[in-house]
T-cell receptor, first 113, second 118 residues
Framework: AQSVSQHNHHVILSEAASLELGCNYSYGGTVNLFWYVQYPGQHLQLLLKYFSGDPLVKGIKGFEAEFIKSKFSFNLRKPSVQWSDTAEYFCAVTLNNNNDMRFGAGTRLTVKP | EPEVTQTPSHQVTQMGQEVILRCVPISNHLYFYWYRQILGQKVEFLVSFYNNEISEKSEIFDDQFSVERPDGSNFTLKIRSTKLEDSAMYFC????????????????FGPGTRLLVL
């Protein structure tokens, strides 16, 4: 079945550790890829997005993601996390000419001070 | 920076009652969406709306649900006869465009309405 998979349900890191959150999708064809973040008590906010061009995408707050088409992956990275990065992170996909945004289950990140 | 707003933030209702969830999309956006997230589960697409009609809907969006843009600013989701399993966080989103237009299709989300059906 077509889906978006986030491999890690809960990740716990210490401040300054490096972060990589996995995201794989199983849709064929051209996709648009997104990472959203939801800080505690707040709404979904766009971190970064990929539509075309350079597969390494830089987003806000020092986050980046790399689209690897051959692996159907769009992993989120940050070289050094901060306590304020504690949040839930959602990978999402839309297909071209399609409004239906499919979300992964989310990864909860806890950063210990 | 313009934002999507939603009211109410919380709603408690009795099973079988009708509820209307309200959203004000970003003003120059043309596409509007509703999603829901049942506690502990994925965010799920419900419906998208463009040019005063539904453009796509998921299998969740059955006859109990309807959407409307009653005026130039509001976008509403109505659940006609709520069921216990309708308890969820409901998110509204909007985008300038859709699909192959690329950057236009980035969806911006509201803060959500938490619906509890008793």
């Amino acid at each position: 079945a077509q889906s978006v998979s986030q491999h890690n349900h809960h990740v716990i890191l210490s401040e300054a550790a490096s972060l990589e959150l996995g995201c794989n999708y199983s849709y064929g064809g051209t996709v648009n890829l997104f990472w959203y973040v939801q800080y505690p008590g707040q709404h979904l906010q766009l971190l970064l997005k990929y539509f075309s061009g350079d597969p390494l995408v830089k987003g806000i707050k020092g986050f980046e993601a790399e689209f690897i088409k051959s692996k159907f992956s769009f992993n989120l990275r940050k070289p050094s996390v901060q306590w304020s990065d504690t949040a839930e992170y959602f990978c999402a996909v839309t297909l071209n000419n399609n409004n239906d945004m499919r979300f992964g289950a989310g990864t909860r990140l806890t950063v210990k001070p | 920076e313009p934002e999507v707003t939603q009211t109410p933030s919380h709603q408690v209702t009795q099973m079988g009652q009708e509820v209307i969830l309200r959203c004000v999309p970003i003003s120059n956006h043309l596409y509007f969406y509703w999603y829901r997230q049942i506690l502990g589960q994925k965010v799920e697409f419900l419906v998208s709306f463009y040019n005063n009609e539904i453009s796509e809907k998921s299998e969740i969006f059955d006859d109990q649900f309807s959407v409307e843009r009653p005026d130039g600013s509001n976008f509403t989701l109505k659940i006609r006869s709520t069921k216990l399993e309708d308890s969820a966080m409901y998110f509204c989103a909007s985008s300038e465009g859709q699909g192959s237009l690329g950057a236009w299709e980035t969806q911006y989300f509201g803060p959500g309405t938490r619906l509890l059906v008793l």
